[in-house]
């Protein structure tokens, strides 16, 4: 992490390919001197060395070589064909505009583009790139916060592995149960990538605002601290009425600033819908309990939800129905498990929201334990499913058997509820409430 003008930099990696497509917008130089004119651009790899071309050139590049814009604030670059949404029902590809240096590194024989760029306009970014520009100002100061926060806690968590900290076993494999946790994996090249799997980050491809750029500058190096260190800082776009453990989704361990929260103003403090329950869950699940997140306000949703994003209409409660050959074919498919026809999906735990962490598949030719959140969730979509918090109904239509998922939330639940904290921040909430409502024995610290 390099320092300029005391706001730090880091290192994002945009995207992967055995060749990648770019276009310099205006002139760039190297560490020599090089000069880059404007325009169009190929990195290939033959799997061991880099090279770049142009209309004018075609030499080795070094992977320690940045390319530097002349001018910061002027200067940009596309990046074309990236995939936004890997691996969920909104993957595509599009072109992007950065700001900042430009990068290449080998990883698997692959060319990964990177992006060296100042902390603060990284947010600028993740901020119009999670959310619409257009939110209100104190939803923007809270999630640039959070954001920040975040970001921060993975680079302070990858110096502590550096210096030996003790890693966590993440999948534990028998015959008769898989439990996986998807904690991002540090990347070993550089801070972050800029998909969902970090944060989006989609450089100036999202139009940015006034208020994004305020948002930002006046929460410039403030986290949010959890006794001496900094929080990690997790949200979703939906917790369905309760937020859920760190420990049940990400990792075997515990925070006290990412607890289970009840996402109304009425619920007192400390109070406990007892979702761990399978009796409670369910009557929770079917119901419409008042939220935060419960909302179907257009004006709302849209500072939330991208264009993409909007796609999903049906969020805070919503229902996924399977034939039983479907079911069975998806699985086997997602798992590489042959159950044979699945007879049963039934839950044997369940976090503070609801969510499942661990579930049995029972199928004709093999019965199974499967979990946490995202491994069930990526088990029973050909995505991945809105959330674990779900009931399962079998029945019988037109002699096929059937089974009826219904279920509550966006996403794994940790942290802040964005579109929770939206409805908030249209109440009149500053963000400093937004944030101590879902981080709770937090305080704010500038630390740069």
Same mark, same amino acid.
């Given at each position: ?299 709302? +949703? ?56 661990? +579930? ?83 305080? +704010?610290?500038?630390?740069?």
């Amino acid at each position: 992490m390099n320092v300029t003008r005391n706001i730090p930099e880091i290192k994002v990696g945009i995207c992967s390919g055995r060749v990648i497509s770019f276009t310099l917008n205006t002139g760039f130089r190297d560490h020599s001197g090089k000069i880059f004119r404007k325009g169009g651009y190929l990195a290939e790899t033959d799997s061991k060395k880099i090279i770049l071309k142009s209309n004018e050139l075609s030499f080795e590049y070094d992977p320690g070589n940045l390319l530097v814009p002349f001018n910061d604030k002027r200067s940009s670059f596309t990046v074309h064909a990236v995939t936004i949404g890997v691996d969920f029902h909104w993957q595509r590809k599009e072109d992007q505009i950065f700001k900042g240096k430009i990068g290449f590194i080998t990883e698997e024989g692959k060319i990964t583009a990177l992006n060296v760029i100042s902390i603060d306009d990284y947010l600028t970014s993740v901020i119009s790139s999670e959310m619409n520009a257009a939110s209100s100002l104190e939803l923007l100061k809270a999630h640039a916060i959070v954001s920040r926060s975040w970001l921060m806690s993975q680079i302070e968590k990858k110096r502590n592995f550096r210096e030996g900290a003790k890693r966590f076993n993440s999948n534990t494999v028998s015959d008769s149960e898989i439990i996986r946790w998807y904690d991002r994996e540090d990347h070993k090249n550089f801070d972050v990538c800029a998909d969902d799997h970090c944060q989006r980050y989609q450089g100036i491809t999202r139009s940015s605002t006034k208020k994004v750029v305020e948002a930002v500058e006046d929460t410039s190096g403030i986290v949010l601290m959890s006794d001496e260190s900094i929080c990690d800082t997790r949200y979703s776009k939906c917790c369905g009425g309760v937020t859920e453990l760190f420990g049940n989704v990400w990792e075997p361990v515990e925070h006290a600033c990412l607890q289970a929260v009840v996402d109304n103003p009425g619920y007192s403090s400390g109070s406990d819908p007892g979702l761990e329950k399978e009796e409670n869950a369910v009557k929770w699940i079917m119901s419409n309990p008042e939220a935060f997140c419960n909302t179907h306000d257009k004006k709302i +949703l849209s500072q939330v939800l991208n264009n993409y994003d909007q796609e999903t209409t049906d969020f805070f409660r919503w229902k996924v129905k399977y034939t039983q050959a479907e079911i069975s074919d998806l699985v086997k498919k997602r798992t590489g498990i042959d159950f044979g026809s699945i007879t049963g999906l039934i839950p044997l735990e369940r976090g503070k929201s609801g969510r499942i962490t661990r +579930l049995k598949i029972e199928g004709t030719l093999r019965t199974m334990i499967i979990g946490k959140e995202l491994e069930i969730r990526k088990s029973l979509s050909p995505s991945h499913l809105y959330s674990s918090c779900f009931v399962v109904e079998k029945k019988t239509e037109n002699e096929e058997i059937c089974f009826i998922l219904r279920g509550a939330g966006w996403g794994h639940g940790v942290g802040m509820c964005q579109i929770g904290a939206a409805v908030m921040g249209e109440r009149g909430y500053s963000f400093k409430q937004i944030l101590h409502h879902y981080f709770k024995n937090t305080r +704010l610290e500038k630390i740069y």
